[in-house]
């Protein structure tokens, strides 16, 4: 019951401190809601809010649980705020804040989806959607399309599986032998699944059949 209460009030102060940024991000108080978010982090996670955007995401999931389980709302609640920060920092020019942090928020939102984590707050793969798309002008850093190939497989997008698959190929930072596991995992799937993923038996069949070819060249 006071875990409950506790998660009420926190989503219930999250509410007012999104609309109180929204409202000083109209007015072009940047510095301001800037300062709203940091204080709402620093108050409310057990960490300093400077400590929060340095940890890895491994990291941080570690501090966010207890006994084993990880605190989901905790860490759905900080993407969000990351989030905010990075549409304030986009607001007046800060390119390299706002692409840090949306590829931050981004980051949590991917791993609060494999955890599939109860969108108490927000729908991850919603915020996923949206934040590829506004990041998609950018080149991701190997690390996160290495996250994303992970969970487009476990969210049945083969064909975008395939596309980081390939990326990451060209890049050197994925071997064969990684990518001929990958086409193995997929033909383990129906052929109904396949089909619904972009990417039809047989395609997968004729790609592994081209990778072991060239591994022999």
């Known amino acids: 019951m006071f875990q409950r209460d506790y998660f009420m009030r926190m989503i219930e102060e999250m509410t007012q401190v999104l609309a109180q940024v929204l409202g000083l991000r109209q ?30 995401d491994d990291d941080l999931i570690k501090v966010m649980s207890t006994n084993g389980v990880v605190e989901t709302d905790h860490l759905q609640a900080i993407a969000v705020l990351i989030k905010q920060e990075a549409l304030l920092h986009g607001d007046i020019g800060r390119e390299k804040e706002c692409y840090d942090s949306y590829v931050r928020s981004l980051r949590l939102f991917v791993r609060l989806s494999l955890l599939n984590a109860e969108p108490t707050i927000v729908e991850p793969r919603e915020q996923i959607a949206e934040l590829l798309e506004l990041l998609s002008p950018f080149e991701l850093p190997i690390p996160t399309k290495r996250l994303l190939m992970e969970w487009y497989e476990t969210e049945g997008k083969y064909d975008q599986t395939e596309n980081v698959m390939h990326e990451l190929l060209e890049a050197n930072v994925l071997t064969a032998a990684d990518a001929i596991g990958t086409y193995q995992r997929l033909l383990s799937q129906s052929d109904e699944l396949l089909t619904a993923g972009g990417l039809p038996r047989e ?15």
């Open 27 to 56: 007015e072009r108080k940047i510095e301001e809601a800037l300062l709203v978010i940091d204080e709402l982090l620093d108050k409310h996670f057990r960490l300093s809010s400077n400590l929060i955007r340095s940890l890895s």
């Open 203 to 217: 395609e997968v069949e004729q790609a592994l059949a081209d990778i072991k070819g060239a591994m022999k060249e």
